[in-house]
């Protein structure tokens, strides 16, 4: 049972233009999300997250909002440009789950390519 | 700020053996954590642990196991190595809710 969903494996998008990539979760037990972008063979880089009392959060081109009653995020990338090319992967965290435990359920990813 | 440290980058193991992961956390962050990243499993939960006690674990069999030092240094071991078991080791530390990765040790078993 896949409690984070990144429904599109694969995203191609021209430079410049804004890149949307989605994710949809299960748990209502998730209260802060993340975004990861991650190269092969390389551990995920931290891009920006959002707790769930926030709709939006914004950092330089990358703004993640948050739809709670949809169960849904998405992180916009405008403009995007072609080292933004990487698999992007969403992740959930219950926060408190277990004496100030943060674990992370990972999404599948998605791999954005941006064209020159 | 120096970031998350894992050792060894890449390994080969033979089937049956075992297999110790290091990881150093960045400065100050007490907690540590583990994950496996599979093609086709995706990234997924090992354990961490806080302050040298295991304080949350994954669906994992018990030849995985953990622990970490009180300079908050971790190691992973994996005992009985399974041609599943190659994969990206992930480790990653965190002071509150942002969780930061080192570069994985790529496990492979022969």
């Known amino acids: 049972d896949q409690q984070v969903k990144q429904n599109s494996p694969s995203l191609s998008v021209q430079e410049g233009r804004i890149s949307i990539l989605n994710c949809d979760y299960t748990?209502?037990?998730?209260?802060?999300f993340l975004w990861y972008k991650k190269y092969p063979a390389e551990g995920p880089t931290f891009l920006i997250s959002i707790s769930s009392i926030k709709d939006k959060n914004e950092d330089g081109r990358f703004t993640v909002f948050l739809n709670k009653s949809a169960k849904h995020l998405s992180l916009h990338i405008v403009p995007s440009q072609p080292g933004d090319s990487a698999v992007y992967f969403c992740a959930a965290s219950g926060g408190y789950s277990g004496a100030g435990s943060y674990q992370l359920t990972f999404g599948k990813g998605t791999k954005l390519s941006v064209i020159p | 700020k120096a970031g998350v440290t894992q050792t060894p980058r890449y390994l080969i193991k033979t089937r049956g053996q075992q297999v110790t992961l290091s990881c150093s956390p960045i400065s100050g962050h007490r907690s540590v954590s583990w994950y496996q990243q599979t093609p086709g499993q995706g990234l997924q939960f090992l354990f961490e642990y806080f302050s040298e006690t295991q304080r949350n674990k994954g669906n994992f069999p018990g030849r995985f196991s953990g622990r970490q030092f009180s300079n908050s240094r971790s190691e992973m071991n994996v005992s009985t190595l399974e041609l599943g078991d190659s994969a990206l080791y992930l480790c990653?530390?965190?002071?509150?809710?942002?969780?930061?990765f080192g570069e994985g040790s790529w496990l492979t078993v022969v």
């Open positions: 748990n209502s037990m998730f209260d802060y």
């Open positions: 990653a530390s965190s002071l509150g809710t942002t969780i930061y």
